[in-house]
């Protein structure tokens, strides 16, 4: 079976950084995807690991560690507006769909 | 602008009633999805359709029915079988299915609620 675990809820302050940890048990792995989810909002599409390391991008970096079965999404110079869900996806080809397996999603909430 | 437009925005059944949930998508995706969301839960998929004319079940597809008569069009029908149906409704598309490395976008869904 698949499985994905996230932390629930995560609580950090305005301009400072915060690590989001995710890790997956599959039976095949092709690709790993970070969405944000205001709240009553659509999930909107953030990054995409494949190979291992970690991707850059403005704010927003994302780690992956296939062996690990672990990927991590970094925030930093938080803003309010960061205060939001994160979804981490998993895509296993074995799966149905296009094989795509959420998390429940981390709950952050950032303070003044 | 090209994107995803699922309609209505908020949708009240009453018991024993059939309601339809819209979602239009006018990116050029063969791809769609309808996934189901709870609080404290990740998202669930009920139907995807990967071609026009084909649509397979997803992990949760009892109570649901689809149709995909057209590319740009993928609506869900939520039946009087699906006995607990208040949640947040998400309709995503892809441009391919299996084995793509883009992301599925999302709609800004539609959250029904029992009357």
């Known amino acids: 079976g698949q499985n994905i675990d996230q932390p629930t809820e995560m609580t950090a302050t305005e301009g400072a950084i915060v690590q989001i940890n995710c890790t997956y048990q599959?039976?095949?792995?092709?690709?790993l995807f970070w969405y944000q989810q205001h709240a009553g909002e659509a999930p909107t599409f953030l990054s995409y690991?494949?190979?291992?390391g970690l991707e850059e991008k403005g704010r927003f970096s994302s780690f992956l560690s296939r062996s690990k079965g672990y990927s991590y999404l970094l925030l930093k110079e938080l803003q309010m507006k960061d205060s939001a869900s994160y979804l981490c996806?998993?895509?296993?080809?074995?799966?149905?769909?296009?094989?795509?397996?959420f998390g429940k999603g981390t709950h952050l909430i950032i303070q003044p | 602008d090209g994107g995803i437009t699922q309609s209505p925005k908020y949708l009240f059944r009453k018991e024993g009633q059939n309601v339809t949930l819209s979602c239009e998508q006018n990116?050029?995706?063969?791809?769609m999805y309808w996934y189901r969301q709870d609080p404290g839960q990740g998202l669930r998929l009920i139907y995807y359709s990967q071609i026009v004319n084909d649509f397979q079940k997803g992990d949760i597809a009892e109570g649901y029915s689809v149709s995909r008569e057209k590319k740009e069009s993928f609506p869900l029908t939520v039946t009087s079988a699906q006995k607990n149906p208040t949640a947040f409704y998400l309709c995503?598309?892809?441009?391919?299915?299996?084995?793509?490395?883009?992301?599925?976008?999302f709609g800004d869904g539609t959250r029904l609620s029992i009357l």
């Open positions: 996806a998993v895509r296993d080809p074995g799966g149905g769909a296009d094989g795509l397996t």
């Open positions: 690991n494949v190979l291992d």
């Open positions: 995503a598309s892809s441009p391919t299915g299996i084995g793509s490395n883009q992301p599925q976008h």
């Open positions: 990116l050029n995706h063969d791809a």
């Open positions: 599959t039976s095949g792995f092709n690709g």
